[in-house]
């Protein structure tokens, strides 16, 4: 599914928007743009992505025709088959780049929302004293994506780790058995613009940084087992000329 729509897709030029403010991705030289569809969510509907680097300080951020993070998912009431939504950038980066031992796939930084479980058990996001209550305020992740049959023909999901298999994880790792880290970026949203701010030790680790903008949603497996989450859905892509392995193929 994702590969047939990131495959098929093709970069429109856009007018610069009388947005507001001018940091915005959409009025960034080189940001990677994508027509407005009607038959999108407008909270999904990307009309540009971008990355830049300032120092050991690189900014993803995403423009959206509506208003960024609005929409979430409703409830499953449990993790089974729990639903997941996300802005996402798939990156050129290695996955040991951010502390991922021996994983082949996309490393790509999200924003997710999921009302029916928490994974960030290092914060506190909505600030009410408990740490294991807010997955559906918008938080960061990096995880690695790897294609997964088992989700679907030509499918992705966030790549498990083996039974039994003890590969070195980011320090933040929320413990789950899958190549996800909970670094603790906060992403802001603010009207249709949504921005993380990530840091790395090693600024020089970013150069030639290539990346595409998706909005997306995933889902927990009904079995809550490998494969445990899966992408089931992409609302929109702002595909740039980023050359990834697996199930992402481009023009």
């Known amino acids: 599914m994702l590969k047939s729509i990131l495959g098929s897709f093709l970069i429109a030029g856009l007018p610069a928007a009388a947005l507001a403010g001018g940091s915005h991705a959409l009025h960034q030289e080189g940001a990677v743009l994508s027509d407005d569809n009607p038959k999108v ?7 540009a992505a971008h990355v830049h680097r300032k120092g050991r300080v690189v900014t993803f951020h995403m423009t959206l025709k509506g208003t960024a993070g609005a929409t ?3 409830p ?6 729990a639903p997941v939504e996300a802005y996402v950038w798939p990156t050129s980066l290695s996955p040991e780049t951010v502390g991922f031992e ?3 796939g996309i490393l790509a930084l999200v924003a997710t929302s999921h009302p029916d479980f928490d994974d960030t058990p290092l914060f506190d996001e909505n600030g009410d004293g408990n740490v294991a209550n807010d997955g559906a305020d918008w938080h ?4 690695v994506l790897a294609p997964n049959d088992a989700c679907g023909p030509g499918a992705l999901s966030v790549k498990d780790i083996p039974d039994g298999a003890t590969p070195k994880m980011p320090a933040t790792w929320p413990g789950l058995p899958i190549y996800i880290d ?10 249709e613009e949504i921005t993380i701010n990530v840091s790395f030790a090693d600024d020089s680790a970013v150069e ?3 990346y595409d903008g998706v909005t997306s949603a995933l889902r927990v497996n009904q079995n809550v087992h490998a494969p445990l989450l899966c992408v089931v859905d ?3 892509v702002a595909s740039g000329d980023l050359s990834l392995p697996g199930a992402i193929k481009h023009h």
């Open 102 to 104: 021996g994983a082949e």
């Open 140 to 143: 960061s992740h990096w995880v």
């Open 208 to 210: 030639g940084l290539k």
């Open 234 to 236: 992409v609302f929109d």
């Open 76 to 81: 499953a009431g449990e993790l089974a088959g």
């Open 41 to 47: 969510d407008p909270n999904y509907d990307i009309l």
């Open 72 to 74: 979430t998912p409703e």
């Open 182 to 191: 909970s670094p603790g970026f906060s992403p802001v949203l603010e009207a």
